[in-house]
């Protein structure tokens, strides 16, 4: 039993040290209940402050509509290194925090959302995405299991009358709607498309996962430890 038990920790320890992000994936997987979609009640208990959000949609889609800037790349071609340019073309990211880090000059912009995030920790990351008219994501999955995605519909063309703007999580359609929000699991494969001849515009943060203790303090930390990353510093001061 002694010989098998430290088999078992030489194998952990080399998948941990050769692996390190499938290794927390998987254990995240293991300490936490993951689901493609939440319901509209689970998306408030876990991130209450989504009623606000929705409820001050406009101001935050005028606020960010009067900024005027046609493309303001995308952070995640700086950080994740597995996506090739032509993925992100077409999909430009407003940042306003990444990984617990805000970008200040942005969040002075938009200051009916900058409230919001001042105030809420547990808002990792924060974006304003806008996809323009045509382009497709590719399937694919997020690279941390340690959050939960929320969109909130800021502008959307013909506010999706036409059904050609749209998010799969795990073979689930969701059809984006002005002021409605969503809470998702990334790391389900999802693809998006905006088929229509407008710009599809949605506020895209990343909330942490909800964990029992002591799991939540271990996956605080990790979320720490990634935002102080030379990799993820420099794509913020990049911008």
Not at 127 to 145: D, M, T
Not at 186 to 202: C, F, G, I, K, T
Not at 217 to 225: D, L, Q, W
Request: contains cysteine; hydrophobic residues 40%; glycine residues 4%.
């Amino acid at each position: 039993m002694f010989y098998l038990l430290a088999v078992l920790v030489v194998v952990l320890v080399i998948l941990l040290v050769c692996y390190p992000s499938w290794f927390y994936n998987h254990f995240i997987y293991t300490v936490s209940r993951s689901q493609p979609f939440y319901t509209d009640d689970e998306k408030r208990t876990i991130f209450p402050q989504s009623t606000l959000l929705e409820d001050s949609w406009e101001s935050i889609r005028d606020e960010y509509l009067q900024i005027k800037i046609n493309d303001h790349g995308n952070i995640g071609e700086n950080i994740l290194d597995e996506f090739d340019p032509e993925f992100f073309k077409g999909w430009s990211m407003f940042p306003l925090r990444v990984f617990g880090y805000d970008v200040t000059e942005n969040m002075k912009q938009i200051p009916a959302l900058s409230s919001v995030l001042r105030s809420s920790p547990n808002i990792v990351s924060a974006y304003i995405s806008v996809l323009e008219p045509g382009k497709k994501l590719r399937p694919h999955s997020g690279p941390f299991a340690g959050i939960i995605r929320y969109h909130l519909g800021l502008s959307i063309p013909y506010n999706n009358e036409t059904e050609s703007c749209y998010i799969y999580v795990n073979k689930k359609k969701y059809l984006w709607k002005d002021g409605e929000g969503i809470l998702f699991d990334e790391m389900y494969e999802h693809h998006a498309a905006n088929l229509s001849d407008l710009h599809r515009v949605v506020l895209f943060l990343d909330i942490v996962k909800p964990l029992s203790y002591p799991f939540n303090k271990v996956n605080e930390s990790v979320i720490h430890h990634i935002g102080k990353t030379k990799k993820v510093q420099r794509a913020i001061h990049k911008r």
